[in-house]
């Protein structure tokens, strides 16, 4: 156990702070509802909410429509061990840039039901 905690980084603890006091805090729930937001209107689907906390549990953080969905910075496709199994319907991929966000979806997904 001791050779394992001597692993870790800096880098990791920081990243984990972040994600504990940033994206899952209130912040970080509206971001998550503006691109359920966004995403909802650009596929022409009026209803969208966020999960509940027994959904995220199983990676869901919100519908549109009848479409679960998760949502995940783009650097989580490039993680070989992902620490959760999604099951969303739909994944949506975001990256930060320096004029706000990029969004990459799968738009046909929403086009079944």
Do not use: C
């Not at 209107?41 to 549109?64: M, N």
């Not at 992902?82 to 706000?100: C, H, N």
């Amino acid at each position: 156990m001791g050779k394992v905690i001597s692993n870790i980084t800096d880098e990791q603890i920081e990243a984990w702070v972040r994600d504990l006091v940033i994206v899952r805090t209130f912040a970080g729930l509206k971001f998550q509802e503006a691109i359920l937001k966004k995403i909802a209107e650009l596929v022409g689907i009026k209803d969208y909410w966020l999960a509940s906390i027994e959904e995220e549990a199983k990676g869901i953080d919100g519908y549109i429509g009848n479409h679960s969905v998760s949502i995940k910075p783009k650097t989580y496709q490039g993680k070989q061990a992902l620490p959760e199994e999604l099951q969303a319907d739909v994944v949506i991929y975001y990256k930060k840039t320096k004029r706000g966000i990029k969004v990459e979806f799968d738009e046909h997904q929403f086009q079944s039901s």
